[in-house]
């Protein structure tokens, strides 16, 4: 059974930085793209950033370009994302997904909150 | 900020069947394969659709979808109340440095 499990929310001050983290499992990790994509309270999906499976390929959303980056750690079956420079506009809900061209599964997601 | 368009809200009794459009460009529904989510309230999004019709393990034959030139649709047949939630369309963009752009989401309501 796939699992995905996202950690590493919180309430942030604009400004700041979060990591998020997810562990995976129930798949062959390194063999997937993976995919994060957040949704603010009350809005619509917007997708953030995703990861090849070896790493080599990376995109991002133009809102957060800059300020976020997206790894793995296949040895560790993680996806993380490190998050700076935050901003309030940030706060959202932060899925974990599996996939690329379809998001096959999608963790319960972690709530991020900047504010001061 | 959503690239692909939606209608807000489709409603219908239970067994009719609704559809749920999505509109978008060459670049994203015209050039790549389409995919649907469905979200219930304060719950993570699944996908019921992906490559425009396929229908992944466990999601009933009732969901359906097809793509035409630039747009796609979701159709659900035999509507049950346990449909009631939000739809949202997704696909890869093509354009500038490429991106994975969602619908503007349409809440389903079964009267």
């Known amino acids: 059974e796939v699992q995905l499990v996202e950690s590493g929310g919180g309430l942030v001050q604009p400004g700041g930085s979060l990591r998020l983290s997810c562990a995976a499992s129930?798949?062959?990790?390194?063999?997937?793209?993976m995919t994060w994509v957040r949704q603010a309270p009350g809005k619509g999906l917007e997708w953030v950033s995703d990861i090849s499976g070896s790493g080599a390929k990376i995109y991002y959303a133009d809102s957060v370009k800059g300020r976020f980056t997206i790894s793995r750690d296949n040895s560790k079956n993680s996806l993380y994302l490190q998050m700076n420079s935050l901003r309030a506009e940030d706060t959202a809900v932060y899925y974990c997904?599996?996939?690329?061209?379809?998001?096959?599964?999608w963790g319960q997601g972690t709530l991020i909150t900047v504010s001061s | 900020q959503s690239v692909l368009t939606q209608p807000p809200s489709v409603s219908a009794a239970p067994g009719q069947k609704v559809t749920i459009s999505c509109s978008g460009s060459n670049s994203n529904i015209g050039n790549n394969f389409v995919s649907w989510y469905q979200q219930f309230p304060g719950t993570a999004p699944r996908i019921v659709i992906y490559d425009n019709n396929k229908r992944p393990s466990g999601i009933a034959d009732r969901f359906s979808g097809s793509k035409s030139g630039t747009s796609a649709t979701l159709a659900i047949t035999g509507l049950q109340t346990g449909d009631e939630a939000e739809y949202y369309c997704?696909?890869?963009?093509?354009?500038?440095?490429?991106?994975?752009?969602f619908g503007t989401g349409t809440k389903v309501t079964v009267l």
């Open positions: 129930g798949f062959t990790f390194s063999n997937s793209a």
């Open positions: 997904t599996k996939g690329w061209l379809q998001l096959n599964f």
């Open positions: 997704g696909a890869w963009d093509d354009s500038l440095s490429g991106k994975y752009v």
